[in-house]
């Protein structure tokens, strides 16, 4: 989130227009994907666990697939594109069927509207650790390597390899959560994994209607898509912001850590805002501020710091915000249609995803219709046109701002309280019966 961006532009030179449209096309190849994966997660039977076995099947592919998306090779800017292209491809879809099973454990894991509240409190927590982390390696390893291709390349393989250790520790702890006989599979004539594409397509679709169906996943989709495009392009924009606009490139990860430091600090402020008003309110209140810090920072002079490092450590509340509330809101609007736990969390992962490719997309094109120059292996930070600039500086404060104010619209929208019986709750939103399916 914070790197890709960046590399490709900055790294691995691609003009910002190339770099935009490989983007856009796997994300094109992620909505075919995630509810292909959702339908077949719904549907799969396994013995040790029909979310559970994929986590694992997924462990050292995702690791290896994200480990090579961090080198350059010799080929031409079109070439080079392709390129990436395909590895994307190859990590999304590894990374579709992990991430698609691990969080459909969720409401198996927590069953209680303030349960899942503290879940996702601990598991983002964690989370944006990792975050820290791979900030924390790639600045160390800055000071030892001064060429970011050797850096990057570096990086990618320690946490590519690291990657494929916590699937295995997933897989172990949650054993007895994950039910081997779901409704999904009875009720499709118990579909088995290796069943015709053209069955696939039709379940996938199936599944999406009966989906996208219920009201208050949509709100809690409408907002999260809102919000999680928001972190994206604040993570992506943040570099540009630092490196160009303070002309300060050695602050970027500094910046990041303090935010991110700041996001796990609030984490627990997060959690009992939730439980004292409810998530939607906690939802609102949060983003509301960060509203108001993204347009101060957009408004920071280019010699700013100190003002930009107590404002970062601001952003940290917006950012758990983001990453907790939606999370723990899902369970709530699935809890009356049980069986399509997989579907459910494929489109939250597609949403997720969409987010950021577009907030790549749209920057990128930005910043070329901006006039960006492209870094040289001579001029590793050039001195960029004033369009550019005002194009980083948008991406920083009026950008986010607004994304903030449509997620802010769905969840005034969201019908789900704590004082709501959830199952109840769905089946009067969504159109079913007084016993839900």
């Known amino acids: 989130g ?22 856009l096309a796997v994300k094109l190849w992620d909505a075919l994907n995630d509810p292909i994966m959702g339908a077949i997660s719904d549907r799969l039977r396994f013995k040790r666990g029909r979310r559970r076995v994929p986590m694992l099947a997924a462990s050292a592919p995702l690791g290896l697939s994200f480990a090579a998306i961090w080198f350059v090779p010799p080929f031409s800017p079109i070439a080079l594109a392709l390129w990436y292209t395909a590895l994307f491809m190859l990590f999304d879809t590894c990374f579709t069927v ?44 800055g000071w030892a390597l001064p060429d970011p291709r050797a850096r990057f390349a570096l990086a990618g393989v320690g946490l590519g390899l690291f990657c494929i250790v916590p699937p295995l520790f997933a897989y172990r702890a949650t054993r007895g959560y994950d039910d081997e006989a779901p409704p999904a599979a009875a009720e499709s004539g118990g579909a088995r994994p290796d069943a015709a594409v053209p069955a696939l397509l039709d379940a ?63 984490i627990p402020f997060v959690v009992a805002a939730a439980k004292c008003w409810d998530k939607r309110r906690a939802f609102v209140g949060g983003c509301a501020s960060w509203i108001a810090v993204q347009l101060a920072i957009s408004a920071l002079g280019p010699g700013s710091l100190g003002p930009a490092y107590a404002l970062a450590a601001l952003i940290g509340l917006g950012i758990a915000t983001a990453y907790v509330l939606p999370w723990a809101m899902i369970p709530d609007a699935i809890e009356g249609d049980p069986g399509r736990e997989g579907s459910y969390y494929a489109f939250a992962s597609f949403f997720q995803k969409l987010g950021t490719g577009a907030a790549l997309w749209l920057m990128a094109k930005a910043m070329e219709a901006g006039a960006y120059v492209t870094p040289s292996a001579a001029e590793p930070f050039p001195a960029q046109p004033e369009r550019a600039l005002a194009v980083i500086r948008a991406f920083m404060g009026p950008v986010p701002a607004l994304l903030l104010g449509a997620a802010i619209a769905f969840a005034l929208f969201y019908p789900l309280r704590r004082e709501a019986a959830p199952e109840s709750a769905f089946a009067a939103d969504a159109g079913l019966g007084g016993g839900g399916r």
């Open 2 to 23: 914070f790197y890709q961006l960046y590399f490709m532009t900055d790294v691995a030179m691609l003009p910002p227009s190339l770099a935009a449209w490989s983007i």
């Open 204 to 266: 996938a679709f199936e599944s999406a209607r009966a989906v996208l169906a219920n009201r208050p996943f949509r709100m809690v989709m409408g907002l999260y898509l809102f919000s999680w495009t928001t972190t994206a392009i604040i993570s992506s924009a943040l570099i540009y912001f630092v490196s160009y606009y303070f002309k300060r490139p050695e602050h970027a990860n500094f910046l990041v850590l303090v935010a991110e430091l700041a996001a796990i600090a609030f």
């Open 98 to 141: 992990f991430h698609v099973s691990f969080n459909a454990l969720t409401p198996a894991l927590a069953r209680g509207y303030d349960e899942r509240s503290s879940l996702n409190g601990y598991r983002m927590a964690f989370s944006i650790a990792g975050t820290l982390g791979a900030v924390i390696l790639l600045t160390a390893l």
